[in-house]
């Protein structure tokens, strides 16, 4: 991708858009265009921080690995969405692996020029903060729904919070489609339940209705019922 183009994709960030044109335009001269295929890290758990990234299309999921071996998603990011950015700003080491759920591109900018930057303009700062508190409370809520909550009311939860993040809403019937294909193993480590309970559940919504498969890719057709199974409310 030229320079320009990725300027121009860098602009339509919350923390980009707010910089002069020429710092910009500086950052998106050094940015790396860099492909991954489904399932591939861009960076594990303990890394050095070399690099601040975005993901320009695919989806990429954090991941910590717990100490008896199973992982745990943090969160679901798709395009135009910042990662290890914090590490790199702080100059420590990745908290958390990134791995991709499906081929990928992610831009990635080198860390040092990313702290120059940081240091001359704090807005970005400001930004990065306030995405990053709007990611902790999402994951307050989710290991708050892993303490207290049925397995049901997580898997509910979890598929609400990315269809109103990213989904894609058919006006005609209301139905959101998700824009990620959600392997049931990725759904069962977002709720810290097994495979095979993820497995039992989607299909009984699927056979129920509340859910659609077009080609792995699920389409949640019943909002109402979901909301309900994630308050806790079942037949």
């Known amino acids: 991708m ?36 489904a399932r591939s890290y861009v960076f594990m758990e303990g890394d050095p921080a070399r690099w601040f990234y975005v ?7 954090i991941v910590r690995h717990s100490k008896t071996g199973k992982d745990v998603v943090l969160e679901f990011l798709g395009p135009g969405e910042i990662f290890g950015g914090v590490a790199v700003i702080e100059k420590r080491p990745y908290p958390a692996a990134a791995q991709t759920t499906e ?9 040092e ?4 930057l940081a240091e001359r303009h704090p807005a970005l ?22 303490a207290v909550d049925p397995v049901e009311a997580r898997l509910a939860a979890a ?24 392997s049931r193993q990725s759904l069962a480590d977002m709720t810290g339940t097994t495979v095979e309970t993820a497995i039992r559940t989607i299909s009984r919504w699927l056979k129920d209705g509340l ?5 792995g890719q699920l389409v949640l057709t019943d909002l109402e019922e979901l909301s309900e199974r994630a308050a806790g409310h079942t037949e």
């Open 2 to 37: 030229p320079p320009r183009d990725i300027a121009a994709f860098l602009r339509q960030s919350s923390v980009f858009g707010g910089l002069p044109s020429r710092e910009i335009d500086a950052i998106a001269a050094l940015t790396v265009e860099d492909k991954h295929r």
């Open 55 to 61: 993901v320009r299309s695919g989806h990429v999921k």
């Open 103 to 111: 081929p990928t591109v992610v831009l990635k900018i080198p860390a």
């Open 113 to 116: 020029p990313m702290i120059a």
């Open 125 to 146: 700062i400001k930004e990065m903060a306030l995405l990053i508190g709007r990611r902790l409370r999402a994951a307050h809520d989710s290991v708050t729904s892993l």
């Open 159 to 182: 598929l609400l919070r990315l269809a109103k993040r990213e989904g894609k809403r058919d006006e005609k019937t209301g139905a959101v489609a998700l824009p990620l294909r959600l």
């Open 211 to 215: 859910l659609v498969d077009e080609g």
